[in-house]
């Protein structure tokens, strides 16, 4: 069967080629690091996501090294819980009614171990994609050192710089948001110091909103900064310590583990499919982290595209894949950009007349068992997989 190119080993990349190693499709997954990335990025794993992963036996593994959350909270930070989310009221929609926080690069790790011992995938690593070409029956992918390697078919998951993407020209509209965001993770436990904190928070506040998402062993936090900040001065140990005092003063240093500044932008290419090149992921749509879509969306991309790849490898028409860009980019496009923005626009609100509405409006769908459902099957983006099927 035709050789496949992935550009990428992050969760869409590995992904995909697991999908595809297992229907018997020969892999070369090109990646620029030595090895595979453990840097601090995404940690939420919404339940269709474990549903999707179930097939690849790594769910059990993932929840023993990760930390199952059935609830999260809207706080206001002086007054405390305003909304607790309940995921629970999924049971009937999904095997795994919770989010489960547990590091993105473990899940990539799980996987290159399950393909290790499988002869037709292949990792290079230090291999930095340079350039793409492709004719009828193929694609030639330029290696930064010379080196071109050809395959049938390349799929893009190479983050949000993707040089595939560059390489085809294909343009990547939308914004970058003025401020810059700060994840940062230590050993406090803030459990212990907020004694109704739920594992996965969202604090709300009219002068500085922040996240707190608990993991296996830390916490994790996410806070703006001012656009005034530069990335050297907001990571400097001082300012980093004066950001966590006033998350929750202690009068006592941090315990900080990681620190990373993470510049969000929120774009969709205009493309997702070029001839036998296709976009996945980062590569194809970026947002900002708030509810935790991104690294989820990409994957659901992957596990779609390699389905129709696999058909057209077997034999359908190409045409298949065109479906994927319809359904796939309208998904970035109409429910991740959306909800994401609206987050964030939930989250900078200042006016203390629009917070208490929304508020209100928060307090009301929890009270309501329709609405509440209703509302964590978007957030968890089972519906958007749902009204997959209507896109022709
Ligand atoms: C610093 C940071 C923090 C983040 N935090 C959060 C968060 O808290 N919550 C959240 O929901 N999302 C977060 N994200 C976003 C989330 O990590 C992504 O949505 C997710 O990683 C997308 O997966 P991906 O496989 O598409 O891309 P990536 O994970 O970016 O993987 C792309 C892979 O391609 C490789 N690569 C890049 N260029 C080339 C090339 N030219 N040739 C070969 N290989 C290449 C990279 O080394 C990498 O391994 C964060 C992102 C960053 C950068």
């Not at 593994?61 to 809207?74: N, T």
């Not at 607790?84 to 899940?107: A, F, I, K, M, S």
């Not at 992921?281 to 994957?299: I, K, Q, S, Y």
Request: net charge neutral.
């Amino acid at each position: 069967m035709d050789h496949i190119l992935i550009a990428g080993a992050g969760p869409v990349g590995m992904v995909a080629a697991s999908c595809l190693a297992d229907a018997g499709v020969r892999v070369t997954i090109l990646e620029q690091s030595p090895d595979l990335p453990d840097d601090l990025r995404a940690s939420t794993f919404h339940p269709p996501t474990l549903d999707m992963l179930e097939r690849f036996g790594v769910v059990p593994a993932m929840i023993e090294q990760g930390l199952v959350c059935r609830q999260w909270q809207v706080r206001d930070r002086a007054r405390g819980v305003i909304a607790t989310y309940d995921l629970g009221v999924l049971r009937d929609d999904t095997n795994h009614p919770y989010r489960l926080q547990c590091e993105q690069w473990r899940l990539t790790r799980m996987l290159r171990d399950r393909l290790a011992t499988n002869p037709d995938v292949t990792f290079c690593y230090g291999a930095t994609v340079a350039g793409v070409t492709q004719d009828g029956d193929g694609v030639d992918v330029a290696l930064e050192d010379g080196e071109v390697v050809r395959g049938a078919w390349l799929i893009g998951a190479d983050g949000a710089r993707s040089a595939v993407r560059k390489a085809l020209g294909v343009a990547f509209e939308g914004m970058t948001i003025p401020e810059v965001f700060l994840t940062l993770s230590t050993s406090f436990r803030f459990e212990q110091a907020i004694p109704d904190l739920a594992n996965i928070a969202y604090i709300s506040d009219p002068d500085e909103w922040f996240v707190l998402l608990r993991t296996a062993g830390l916490w994790r936090l996410l806070l703006p900064t001012q656009p005034s900040e530069t990335e050297e001065g907001m990571l400097r140990a001082q300012r980093i310590e004066e950001r966590m005092q006033g998350v929750l003063p202690t009068g006592v240093p941090y315990d900080v583990r990681h620190r990373t500044a993470y510049r969000v932008h929120e774009r969709v290419a205009e493309k997702y499919v070029v001839g036998r090149v296709m976009l996945a992921g980062d590569a194809a749509h970026v947002n900002n982290p708030l509810g935790g879509m991104g690294m989820n969306g990409g994957v659901h991309d992957a596990f779609n595209l390699a389905a129709k790849l696999i058909e057209v490898l077997r034999g359908a028409d190409a045409a298949l894949l065109g479906r994927y860009e319809r359904q796939r980019r309208k998904v970035a496009v109409e429910v991740v950009q959306q909800q994401a923005l609206r987050n964030r626009a939930n989250m900078n609100n200042r006016d203390p007349v629009k917070r208490e509405a929304a508020f209100a409006e928060m307090r009301a769908t929890v009270s309501n068992p329709r609405k509440h459902r209703e509302f964590l099957l978007r957030g968890s983006l089972i519906q958007s997989l749902r009204d997959l099927e209507n896109v022709a």
